[in-house]
């Protein structure tokens, strides 16, 4: 059996996935500018990350006991500790609105879900030995819940959920 070359991969990658990837370097580019958005606003992103980055993993390997524990694992774990490490990003204007500084971060986090999404894909596609590997499945979901929980630590960060940073 030859091994394809990246030609013939992405040759073979539906049109939806491009435009995702798209979708998301747009995303990501909007977050590298300084904006002024409402607290809900703020919310959507991360938000939408976790949730499509577990959708992923579910996905990806089933609702199942393995995929789901390391998913919340990296999740949980990133989300508290950068949450108390991480300077907030956002400081309040007005009532219920936030500056929130640029960066390019969440740019770089959204390409690292899309390409792990897509290598998972890829391995799907080729019915790959290693995609059915409990450790495989595990790591993956961990570093899945990983990328995630930054998203999450974040807006925890901002909110101030393990400190007093933004007041309503």
Do not use: E
């Amino acid at each position: 059996m030859t091994q394809p070359n990246l030609l013939d991969i992405l040759a073979r990658t539906p049109v939806w996935v491009f435009a995702v990837f798209f979708v998301l370097l747009a995303l990501g580019y909007q977050q590298s500018r300084t904006r002024t958005v409402s607290r809900q606003r703020f919310l959507l992103l991360p938000v939408a990350m976790v949730a499509l980055s577990l959708y992923g993993v579910a996905s990806a390997f089933g609702v199942a006991l393995v995929p789901f524990l390391a998913w919340v694992m990296g999740a949980g774990g990133v989300a508290v500790v950068g949450a108390r490490c991480l300077p907030s990003s956002a400081q309040p204007v007005a009532p219920g609105v936030l500056r929130v500084q640029g960066s390019w971060w969440p740019l770089v986090l959204m390409m690292a879900i899309f390409a792990t999404k897509y290598v998972i894909g890829y391995a799907s596609a080729r019915s790959l030995d290693v995609v059915v590997h409990p450790g495989f499945i595990g790591g993956v979901s961990l570093l899945l819940g990983m990328f995630s929980g930054v998203f999450a630590a974040r807006a925890l960060a901002a909110w101030g959920v393990f400190g007093a940073r933004i007041r309503k």
